[in-house]
């Protein structure tokens, strides 16, 4: 269980082009990239910038947050400043991008919440404390949740090959 | 109840008789595909060997395709920099379908694989670009991943963590009239399932106005799939895809073509009609706020962009050609053309489409991704409207957030560009008709 404060709250069908502007995507690294998070949002993004955001802070989405494009920086950029991002719904790609490396995602596709209110992330369901309300969560597929316990893909895919290597060995 | 097409070809993958929608598979990859973001799949691929003492090498060096098209020439140093880490590692793992900044086999990923037959029927493709439904138009499940499920693939040859998806079946009856495009099904189809109405789902496609409707056109309608949010959309093969592998891609080899069950279980079925459609325009700042183009007739442009991914194939090119022919681009508009590949600019060199594109005012630049999404050439000022062949109109998506972009088919483009403000090309022709006449 924990708790984050609600720093910024979009709408429907944010797409990557908001999370991380095209003009970007040369900048690839998972170092490099938490600069560029929401570049076109200019005083969100500045208070990214000073460190003025706390780890774990919240931001709230609508459906289809992280539509468009397949590029991985719009998930990297997020977990860069360990923001938590409690949406309505994800698009596809955005999500596999996101568990991949570890991007704490909730999907609550009925959350009401706005900005400063802080929310309490209990597993089953979001609670909203300014507002004293309760919303269910809908759990992650369970092959999903596994990338995740394992540390991200990059881990996962380690534990397959040593353990392939094992397998081959006996 | 019978197995729609994407389920028939996951079971085959996966060498199982018949698979259930929802049931998570790691098929093995045919073809997995990077543009310039090989860049960080590489990185994240090293990540995945290091500490484990050994090499990292990629599975199928055959299997692995690699073409830059999103920064041609490279824009600055940062991608040059990237475009020769890729080259260096390409090199070193010995990948063969690599396609270079070129003027012989360069251009957009997802027309270069089409054109060189790295795609067949009944295939898994992935690829880091989310546009990588277009190759469902040959009958594979082709479908965009992030960088980091790419370098999981590198390692292993397999994709892990597919669900099964539930399908929508797409029936598009009738013929498209004269001046209606395949883009214009495409955006109808966007505006009526709305920008998640697929998510998760395949879109497969069927219908008298598809099984008339050359590859071409059948790339674009798959080609925005994924702007339904839809994982992929695919068109079972048929005659005219044996006939796009033999006399566009050059492939030879006899398929065992199959089609979804007659019983297939569909999720949804939407019908179109092709014969009652007329030109369609996505308007700022969605790509499923889609209108008759009559609706938004007279919106003042001052960028038109012919090209991507979606629309940048020589038929799109030569429909525009023939109508810009011995005309002028209005004053105050710049129409920029980017064909989707090298092998479509020659084509058009060769036939004086070019030329007809370059007399008409037209500034057209070499292959790629550039404008679409606002990396390379082509920006826009604040406050200024554009009209693109493209496939995405998301705030920003062309580098100026305080820019307007509208989506719409070569024909409206061309049309438009005469004008300068958003055009019928129905109704354009017409006046020109009564001007002749």
Known sequence: MTRGRVVFQVGDDVSTDILYPGRYMATVLPSETPQYAFADHAEFNAKLRAGEVPAGSVIVGGANFGCGSSREQAASCLKGHELVVVARGFARIFLQNGINLGLHMVHCPTIEAGEGDELELRGSEVANLATGRSFPVVALPKARQAIIDAGGLVPYTRRLILAGEAATAR | ?437
Request: aromatic share 6%; proline share 5%.
């Open chain 2, 1 to 437: 109840m019978g197995r729609t097409y994407v389920q028939k070809l996951l079971a085959r993958a996966c060498g199982r008789d018949a698979v259930e929608v929802g049931e998570v598979l790691e098929p093995p990859v045919n073809l997995a595909m990077s543009h310039e973001n090989a860049a960080l799949v590489l990185n994240q691929f090293a990540g995945i060997f290091a500490g484990t003492g050994r090499e990292p090498r990629v599975w199928d060096p055959g299997r692995i395709a690699i073409v830059f098209d999103h920064r041609v020439p490279a824009e600055s140093s940062k991608t040059a920099t990237n475009q020769k880490k890729v080259r260096d590692f390409v090199r070193a793992q010995g990948i063969g379908r690599f396609h270079d900044v070129r003027g012989d086999r360069g251009g957009i990923c997802h027309q270069v694989l089409p054109e060189n037959g790295y795609v067949l029927p009944g295939e898994v493709v992935v690829g880091t670009d989310s546009h990588t439904t277009t190759h469902g138009a040959l009958g594979a499940f082709a479908f965009g991943i992030g960088a980091t499920e790419m370098a999981s693939v590198w390692a292993l040859g397999r994709v892990l963590n597919v669900e099964v998806p539930g399908t929508i079946r797409v029936n598009v009856t009738g013929r498209l009239r004269e001046g209606v495009h395949p883009k214009d099904v495409a955006l109808a189809l966007v505006g009526r399932l709305t920008a998640e109405g697929a998510n998760y789902k395949v879109l497969e496609f069927h219908g008298p106005a598809i099984r008339t409707m050359p590859t071409s056109g059948r790339l674009v309608l798959c080609n925005m799939a994924v702007e339904a949010g839809a994982t992929a959309g695919v068109v079972p093969p048929d005659d005219e895809t044996r006939r796009y592998l033999n006399e566009t891609a050059n492939v030879w080899k006899t398929f065992d073509f199959f089609g979804p069950d007659p019983d297939a279980d569909y999720e949804l079925e939407v019908d179109l009609d092709a014969s009652s459609l007329g030109p369609q325009v996505a308007c700022p700042h969605a790509v499923d706020r889609v209108k008759p183009v009559v609706e938004v007739a007279g919106t003042k442009v001052d960028q038109i962009v012919i090209g991507s991914c979606t629309n940048g194939r020589f038929d799109d090119l030569q429909v525009a050609a023939r109508i810009l022919k011995g005309r002028r681009v209005a004053e105050g508009t710049r129409l920029l053309v980017f064909p989707a590949s090298w092998r479509v600019y020659s084509e058009a060199l060769r036939t004086g489409v070019i030329q007809d594109l370059v007399d008409a005012g037209a500034v057209v630049c070499n292959p790629g991704c550039g404008p679409c999404l606002g990396v390379h050439q082509g920006a826009l000022a604040d406050g200024e409207v554009a009209l693109a062949t493209t496939n995405r109109n998301f705030r920003g998506r062309m580098g100026n957030p305080k820019a307007e972009v509208y989506l719409c088919s070569p024909a409206v483009a061309a049309a438009s560009a005469l004008a300068g403000t958003i055009t019928d090309p129905g109704v354009a022709a017409e006046q020109r008709e009564e001007v002749t006449a």
